[in-house]
């Protein structure tokens, strides 16, 4: 099981993100973070706010790097999981056609139809890597210009979180 969910946005340059007409003209940022069932973060992803969740879920699942599911398993290591929580954001049929075309468990919250109280049984474990994520300051307050600072800090961030879950 895997589940994906986005951070917060806030404001950090123009020079990354596009303008949103609802954020009156800021620039803002988004962190698409791709987990396991225990919560360790296995990809992050930092887009613009105005970019649809939607848009990034085949990208990140794209770009994940293999993961094996216990140590001293042979074989290669598993690219894609076996089933994907995710939040409303990725309730479209393009999204569910790429991941039933790949193999991949669909389990979304349904737009208007089904609320999200449901799917806190497992989305708490997404939640709580996101609020992992931002106890580091500085990606909670967005000091950095750039968006290569800004996916290093995330990156970062993320081998700290698996660095202190380990045994």
Same mark, same amino acid.
């Given at each position: 099981?895997?589940?994906?969910?986005?951070?917060?946005?806030?404001?950090?340059?123009? %020079? *990354?993100?596009?303008?949103?007409?609802?954020?009156?003209?800021?620039? @803002?940022?988004?962190?698409?973070v791709l987990?396991?069932?225990?919560?360790?973060?296995?990809?992050?992803?930092?887009?613009?706010?105005?970019t649809h969740? =939607?848009?990034?879920?085949?990208?990140?699942?794209?770009?994940?790097?293999?993961?094996?599911?216990?140590?001293?398993?042979? @074989?290669?290591?598993?690219? %894609?999981? @076996?089933?994907?929580?995710?939040?409303k954001g990725?309730?479209?049929? %393009?999204?569910? +056609?790429?991941?039933?075309? +790949?193999?991949?468990?669909?389990?979304?919250?349904?737009?208007?139809?089904?609320?999200? =109280?449901?799917? @806190?049984? *497992?989305?708490?474990?997404?939640?709580?890597?996101?609020?992992?994520?931002? =106890?580091?300051?500085?990606?909670?307050? +967005?000091?950095? +210009?750039?968006?290569?600072?800004?996916?290093?800090?995330?990156?970062?961030?993320?081998?700290?979180?698996?660095?202190?879950?380990?045994?």
């Open positions: 099981m895997t589940a994906v969910d986005l951070g917060p946005p806030a404001a950090y340059t123009a %020079r *990354v993100t596009r303008l949103s007409p609802t954020d009156r003209g800021k620039a @803002g940022s988004k962190y698409h987990c396991d069932r225990n919560g360790l973060p296995l990809h992050a992803v930092v887009t613009g706010a105005n969740d =939607s848009r990034i879920l085949a990208e990140l699942l794209d770009t994940n790097p293999g993961v094996r599911e216990r140590r001293g398993q042979a @074989g290669r290591p598993r690219r %894609r999981p @076996g089933k994907l929580h995710a939040d990725y309730d479209y049929p %393009r999204c569910r +056609r790429y991941l039933t075309g +790949r193999g991949i468990g669909v389990r979304i919250a349904r737009r208007g139809v089904e609320d999200s =109280s449901r799917l @806190g049984r *497992v989305r708490w474990v997404v939640e709580r890597t996101m609020a992992w994520l931002l =106890s580091f300051r500085r990606l909670g307050l +967005r000091y950095e +210009r750039s968006r290569t600072s800004i996916e290093a800090l995330l990156k970062l961030a993320c081998a700290l979180i698996c660095l202190r879950r380990l045994p």
